[in-house]
């Protein structure tokens, strides 16, 4: 499974970005996924996840309330709506599956938040 993310920017505190992880292979609508980040110096850390089909999800603390984690199990494709951005969220993000044997990681997306 090749899992490649993207949407990610320069955006000031309080504006939106929407995250796009497109994955590839057959068993991406029976696979429960997330979106991890990880900030310089820091490690990954997982902020938002969701079953594989869409009924249940959930958030880190520190984004419950402002990031919105999807999915369009038609196209492959999973989302994370991002607003009330903070310059703590400045970061990569990355998608991978939330626990279990983990996927190859993809480059991720950089998302900075300036204030």
């Known amino acids: 499974v090749q899992l490649v993310e993207s949407g990610g920017g320069l955006v000031q505190a309080g504006g939106s970005l929407r995250l796009v992880c497109a994955a590839s292979?057959?068993?991406?609508?029976?696979?429960?996924m997330g979106w991890y980040r990880q900030a310089p110096g820091k490690q990954r850390e997982l902020v938002a996840a969701?079953?594989?089909?869409?009924?249940?999800?959930n958030y880190a603390d520190s984004v419950k309330g402002r990031f919105t984690i999807s999915r369009d199990n038609v196209k492959n494709t999973m989302y994370l709506q991002m607003n009330s951005l903070k310059p703590e969220d400045t970061a990569v993000y990355f998608c991978?599956?939330?626990?279990?044997?983990?996927?190859?990681w993809g480059q991720g997306t950089q998302v900075t938040v300036s204030s």
């Open positions: 991978n599956v939330p626990y279990g044997k983990l996927r190859s």
């Open positions: 292979g057959s068993t991406f609508s029976f696979t429960a």
């Open positions: 969701i079953t594989s089909g869409g009924g249940s999800t």
